[in-house]
């Protein structure tokens, strides 16, 4: 279990936090790498090199639900919406998952 509090260095981006030598991505985040934002150029440089990422399951349902909004909104086709959300889902597939807890992050295995 990685304590939240005690581990975590702020990188200066939303979304974004470095744990020891492991970076949690938030939903926030995983919208940047997917839709052109204010921030996103950042956090690819931010996240260049870096092979062990945490992502939560939670991130991922947030990530459809932003990506809806901006169909709703008219801000993307749902054809792009679905890809987007397809790349999403192999993001998360590739790293590490964590259980969120109100105090806590636990990477299985981690």
């Known amino acids: 279990m990685i304590p939240w509090c005690a581990k975590t260095r702020p990188t200066g981006l939303r979304g974004l936090a470095v744990i020891s030598v492991r970076s949690y991505l938030d939903a926030r985040a995983l919208v940047k790498l997917l839709v052109p934002e204010p921030e996103s150029d950042d956090l690819n440089r931010a996240l260049i090199g870096l092979i062990d990422v945490i992502v939560s399951d939670l991130a991922l349902t947030e990530v459809a639900s932003a990506l809806g ?11 792009s919406a679905q890809r987007l959300s397809r790349e999403a889902a192999k993001l998360h597939a590739s790293a590490h998952r964590a259980e969120l807890t109100r105090r806590s992050i636990v990477v299985p295995g981690g």
């Open 69 to 79: 909004r901006r169909v709703r909104d008219k801000r993307l086709t749902r054809d």
